[in-house]
């Protein structure tokens, strides 16, 4: 019962990646785009940790924090970037 659940969950967000991918090409801005890009990083950290319960190994919910750090701290720089100008100071 749990793997077609999981195959829904893996459905369910790899046509929320698809959908945002196309977000991310055709989006009339730049905001717009950014918060595109954030949500792929949450549909892909959602996959990994899909991917740690059916494979039942922990190197993909570390692979999922990788990710989510990464994610974070890109959102936040291309963020500073469109208010600033610049990243670093």
């Known amino acids: 019962m749990i793997s077609y659940a999981l195959d829904f969950a893996f459905i369910c967000f790899g046509l929320g990646l698809l959908l945002t991918l196309y977000r991310v090409i055709f989006a009339p801005g730049v905001g717009d ?11 892909a950290i959602a996959i990994l940790v899909l991917q740690g319960i059916q494979q039942g190994t922990e190197i993909f ?10 994610g974070f701290v890109g959102t936040v720089a291309y963020a500073r970037f469109m208010l600033r100008g610049n990243i670093i100071e």
Not at 33 to 43: G, K, P, Y
Not at 61 to 70: K, P, Q, S, T, Y
Request: aromatic residues 4%.
């Open 33 to 43: 785009r950014v918060l595109a890009l954030d949500t792929m990083v949450i549909n």
């Open 61 to 70: 919910f570390e692979a999922a924090m990788i990710v989510a750090m990464l």
